[in-house]
């Protein structure tokens, strides 16, 4: 079930426009960037995480994706990011929607890298196959590592390894996938018994943390 949509007005021609870093950076004091990360999967259901290069989320493992340019949706961020950051080219339908969040970071490449930078972020969500598997090359400039982690490990809630958002965006994969399964039940007239199955079953993983905010 599609829970994304992206609606244009007009036409719109996108500016692209490279911004120098000390502009950029006072961008980032003032705006909201929108990010766009990709949750893949292998054939097994484990997903790819890469150990971040530089910040925000430096040292930690995350989904490829990045920032959204003008005038994309969020299949085109994700699928342009996904090329540049393992060299895979994924057909937009291959996309689904997962969650999204917002994110304050503490610290970003510009400078003054202390000001920090805040994002909303869309996760989206696609399973590669054996032969893409093989043939991933990681961008070196991105991730200083990559591997396919179980599910079972992300959500066994090893904060030091595991950021909250990946945490909660893997429970809320297992949510929609169960959400689905629901769906399509009460679409095909399935006995009330089944429905309630599924319901318990997506029920399961509905809890999602909730950040420690500090005043």
């Not at 696609?126 to 599910?151: G, H, I, N």
């Not at 809320?172 to 309630?196: S, T, W």
Request: charged share 30%; aromatic share 8%; with cysteine.
């Amino acid at each position: 079930m599609e829970r994304h949509y992206h609606y244009e007005t007009g036409t719109y021609t996108p500016r692209r426009t490279f911004l120098p870093d000390e502009e950029y950076g006072r961008a980032l004091d003032t705006l909201v960037k929108g990010c766009v990360d990709v949750m893949l999967r292998d054939a097994k259901g484990d997903i790819l995480l890469g150990l971040r290069a530089h910040e925000p989320a430096k040292d930690n493992w995350w989904y490829v994706g990045g920032r959204m340019q003008c005038g994309e949706t969020i299949h085109q961020t994700a699928v342009r990011h996904v090329k540049r950051d393992i060299g895979i080219e994924l057909e937009a339908d291959r996309l689904r929607f997962v969650t999204s969040s917002t994110m304050n970071w503490e610290f970003r490449v510009q400078p003054p890298a202390g000001n920090g930078t805040c994002d909303v972020q869309v996760v989206m969500m696609a399973t590669l196959t054996d032969e893409e598997v093989s043939r991933m090359k990681r961008c070196e400039l991105e991730y200083l590592e990559q591997k396919f982690w179980p599910v079972k490990d992300i959500l066994s809630g090893v904060r030091e390894k595991f950021p909250m958002q990946i945490v909660n965006s893997t429970r809320r994969m297992l949510f929609c996938a169960e959400e689905d399964a629901l769906l399509e039940a009460v679409r095909c007239g399935a006995p009330d018994e089944e429905i309630a199955r599924l319901a318990r079953a997506a029920f399961a993983y509905s809890g999602i943390e909730q950040p420690v905010v500090q005043a």
